[in-house]
């Protein structure tokens, strides 16, 4: 099983910057593949990036490309999320997710954190 909280959230100006980070607890984080969701109010969840076991594969919805990287440090359980040049149609509440498929976490992953709001003001 595996545990994960968000933290990083917070209230920026738009073109700001913000670091999400996710810490995942248990030995087997390297199993991993993680994936970062985010939900707007009134808007389905959906997908950001996503991110392979091993951290060589990348993906990311149009909308953040170029401006969000994904990253993970097995060493340290963390998965992070680097958010530049942010807009307010970012404004969501941003989860981690995992799974050990890869398929998988980009879809209905098993494992989820519980959110931290990310607020984007014009």
């Known amino acids: 099983q595996v545990q994960l909280v968000e933290s990083g959230g917070g209230l920026v100006q738009a073109g700001g910057s913000l670091r999400l980070s996710c810490a995942a607890s248990?030995?087997?984080?390297?199993?991993?593949?993680m994936g970062w969701f985010r939900q707007a109010p009134g808007k389905e969840r959906e997908i950001v990036a996503a991110?392979?076991?091993?951290?060589?594969?990348?993906n990311y919805v149009d909308s953040v490309k170029g401006r969000f990287t994904v990253s993970r440090d097995n060493d340290k359980n963390t998965l992070y999320l680097q958010m530049n040049s942010l807009k307010p149609e970012d404004t969501a509440v941003y989860y981690c997710?995992?799974?050990?498929?890869?398929?998988?976490?980009?879809?209905?992953?098993?494992?989820w954190g519980q959110g931290t709001q990310v607020t984007v003001s014009s």
């Open positions: 997710a995992a799974d050990r498929s890869w398929v998988v976490v980009t879809r209905t992953p098993t494992y």
């Open positions: 991110i392979s076991s091993s951290g060589r594969i990348t």
């Open positions: 248990g030995r087997t984080f390297s199993s991993y593949a």
